[in-house]
């Protein structure tokens, strides 16, 4: 058995399909694990959420903003934009209302402790330990998966607050931990957010660095994430592994086999 991890699919079903015969997936035996941003801006979310599904007891995900934000369309609580029509699929199948239940159950943080590793969509905010990473990830799973995760949804965009503070209660924290979870590349020296860049390492705001380059960014376990595809899977970082290797860009789907950190890659069509 093989454990493989997984960058940004946004529903490239093709190039995941793809992928999947070049690492010679056995299903019912490797595992597969995903970064998040299953879904949007690619040519086929539905048929790559039904194909996911279809494997659904060898695969786990954390979550990526643009699956919350397909979870927040679902729940009446985000305006469509033209570019959801591929999420609108989802929303008008037959199927969609067991994909959409099937997703909202997913974390924002996962530890994989057999690889001392841990996996969220855009990586560990300085001066988290993975302990608190997966506690704070609870908080929103709860949120999401209670009787009012309709009025997590509501509250859920903004970029205020833009920093971590341990008196921060309500929905103001939670969409701290979301944005930190989902949304996070680069910091300030106090470890607050600057989420309106989306371009390379080096092109940080003045003030501002990656969030792995931040002297309190020293997991004890490797961080394995996505969302950040000008990356390009480097981050020149042991312990800070990019996965998304901007397959929604015409770039490249990528699985890292963590039995032998092996890196495997498709050209996305």
């Not at 048929?47 to 979550?63: K, P």
């Not at 209302?97 to 099937?102: A, G, I, K």
Request: with cysteine; aromatic share 8%; charged share 25%.
């Amino acid at each position: 058995m093989s454990t493989y991890v997984i960058g940004d699919i946004q529903g490239c079903r093709r190039a995941l399909e793809n992928l999947l015969d070049r690492i010679a997936f056995r299903p019912g035996s490797d595992r597969l694990v995903l970064c998040g941003d299953l879904v949007a801006r690619g040519h086929d979310s539905l048929g790559t959420l039904r194909l996911l599904y279809q494997h659904r007891d060898h695969v786990d995900s954390v979550l990526g903003n643009h699956d919350l934000h397909l979870l927040a369309l679902a729940a009446g609580k985000a305006p469509a934009k033209k570019k959801d029509a591929d999420l609108q699929a989802i929303l008008d199948a037959g199927d969609g209302p067991v994909l959409l239940d099937w997703l909202r159950h997913m974390p924002l943080a996962l530890a994989l402790p057999d690889f001392a590793s841990l996996v969220s969509h855009a990586g560990l905010p300085p001066g988290w330990s993975p302990e608190q990473a997966l506690a704070r990830s609870a908080e929103v799973e709860a949120a999401l998966q209670g009787p009012d995760s309709a009025g997590f949804f509501a509250n859920m965009y903004g970029n205020e607050p833009t920093g971590w503070d341990d008196n921060l209660r309500g929905y103001a924290r939670l969409r701290v931990i979301t944005n930190y979870l989902t949304r996070m590349r680069f910091v300030d020296a106090d470890g607050h957010m600057e989420l309106r860049t989306k371009g390379e390492a080096g092109g940080a705001p003045a003030g501002y660095m990656p969030w792995f380059d931040h002297p309190d960014s020293q997991p004890a376990v490797r961080v394995l994430f996505g969302h950040w595809a000008a990356l390009d899977g480097h981050t020149g970082h042991p312990a800070a592994i990019a996965l998304d290797t901007g397959c929604v860009w015409g770039g490249k789907l990528t699985a890292l086999r963590l039995d032998d950190d092996r890196r495997f890659s498709c050209r996305c069509e």
